[in-house]
């Protein structure tokens, strides 16, 4: 073979080299391309959790402000909205409002909600209540979570943390993130039509202080 031929030869090995790194090229990006269509229309905040479709944790919890203790199994029949907060969570002052009236606008409808004080003083979470509101005694109750028990059964990592349960006491959606009113009150109509909610992330959680 002369170097002529050589050479021809050595360019036609490198076009085809190049012809099949393009070909390749075009594969992948017509994947990434089929994945990002197939998830349009879907809510990028959209996260679910490995609880969902499991019973809640039943450990009875002292109430915040009075004596005695309520379990989630004593809500068995209701739609119950469990709360994590705390009075030195930001994003807990945020939603605040919202839950308040969730709860009252949903009472009605049997659903009850449970502020749960996560890894705070009771004389500031019943500032904070003092401060920002209550909801009606009959549709929102506050409760203590000593050793943070509960929140470690429901694997609440900050605060923030919200979750749905239904009528038989299983976990169906969860709020990651300062809730909205608009987020709660499309989460329980979808639960009291009988469908499956939509789990959503609306911001970072806050860790308890010195986690």
Not at 26 to 50: F, Q, Y
Not at 91 to 108: D, T
């Amino acid at each position: 073979m002369t170097t002529v031929d050589s050479l021809a030869a050595a360019r036609a090995k490198r076009w085809r080299m190049v012809r099949w790194i393009a070909l390749l090229a075009v594969v992948v990006a017509v994947g990434i391309g089929a994945v990002l269509g197939s998830r349009l229309g879907e809510d990028p905040t959209l996260v679910d959790s490995p609880l969902i479709g499991k019973p809640a944790p039943t450990k009875p919890l002292p109430y915040l402000e009075r004596e005695g203790a309520l379990s989630l199994a004593d809500l068995h029949g209701q739609i119950v909205v469990v709360n994590f907060w705390a009075s030195w969570c930001t994003a807990c002052r945020e939603e605040h409002a919202a839950l308040v009236s969730a709860a009252n606008a949903y009472r009605a409808a049997g659903v009850t909600f449970v502020g749960v004080s996560y890894q705070d003083q009771r004389s500031a979470a019943t500032s904070f209540l003092d401060e920002l509101g209550r909801g009606d005694p009959g549709a929102y109750r506050y409760v203590t979570d000593p050793a943070s028990r509960l929140a470690l059964d429901f694997g609440v990592f900050g605060i923030p943390e919200t979750f749905v349960l239904d009528r038989t006491g299983t976990i169906v959606a969860k709020i990651t993130g300062p809730s909205t009113y608009p987020l709660l009150s499309g989460a329980l109509d979808a639960v009291l039509a009988g469908r499956r909610p939509a789990s959503y992330t609306e911001g970072s959680v806050q860790p308890a202080p010195g986690r």
